[in-house]
């Protein structure tokens, strides 16, 4: 069946620096990706997505990365801020509904 | 907007009793969903709805009943609540297929 997953569980990077989250992914026929940011004791908020016809797509201080060869999703975050800190997990769809990941937990050391 | 709210934000339960938790959103989406969230795991889909009226179920949709009386409302029943269903479960709503989904804050569930 379809699944998708997270290379790192838990990821930690100081404040400033840059962050990749990666996920991957087995339904080559997934055409849809988003990341969500869970932030603890909220729902799942959207940051970016990306379909299938593009490599790559950037929004503020967030760019996301496709590559469907390797069936691999990554999400770049710039100068890692404190406020980063929280799950960070991908979906993907081909049809109606989505696949979470588990998930990666980021955190920010000052 | 208040978005999509779920009432309550918390329930303990007993093996056998039943509830039901209220997904309410104010967006006029058409699509809703059910989740639920357990550690170390992704989101699981409960049920969901494609338009009022209509309810299907996900991919863990036993124990678990819906209904979507009215657009803006879609209802999550426990007829008769088991430890494995402690969970928190979270409400989603979006305006159609391959759009992202908007969460409400979540319910935190115990069964015991």
């Known amino acids: 069946g379809e699944s998708v997953g997270l290379h790192l569980p838990t990821l930690s990077v100081q404040e400033g620096d840059n962050s990749i989250i990666n996920c991957a992914y087995s339904n080559s026929a997934s055409d849809y990706f988003i990341w969500y940011k869970q932030e603890s004791g909220k729902g799942p908020q959207f940051i970016i997505d990306i379909r299938s016809n593009m490599d790559k797509r950037q929004g503020q201080r967030v760019t996301v990365l496709l590559n469907k060869t390797v069936k691999h999703l990554s999400l770049q975050i710039a100068a890692t801020q404190p406020g980063d800190s929280a799950v960070y997990f991908c979906a993907e769809t081909h049809g109606q509904n989505f696949v979470f990941g588990p998930g990666t937990r980021l955190s920010v050391l000052p | 907007n208040a978005g999509v709210t779920q009432t309550p934000k918390f329930r303990v339960l007993k093996t056998g009793q039943s509830m039901t938790l209220l997904c309410a959103q104010d967006m006029n989406h058409e699509y809703m969903y059910w989740y639920r969230q357990d550690p170390g795991m992704g989101l699981r889909l409960i049920h969901y709805s494609v338009g009022e009226g209509t309810t299907a179920k996900g991919e863990v949709p036993d124990g678990y009943n819906v209904s979507r009386l009215k657009k803006q409302n879609f209802l999550l029943g426990l007829e008769s609540a088991a430890p494995s269903q402690t969970s928190v479960y979270f409400c989603?709503?979006?305006?159609?297929?391959?759009?992202?989904?908007?969460f409400g804050p979540g319910t935190r569930l115990t069964v015991t």
């Open positions: 989603a709503s979006s305006p159609g297929q391959g759009i992202p989904q908007y």
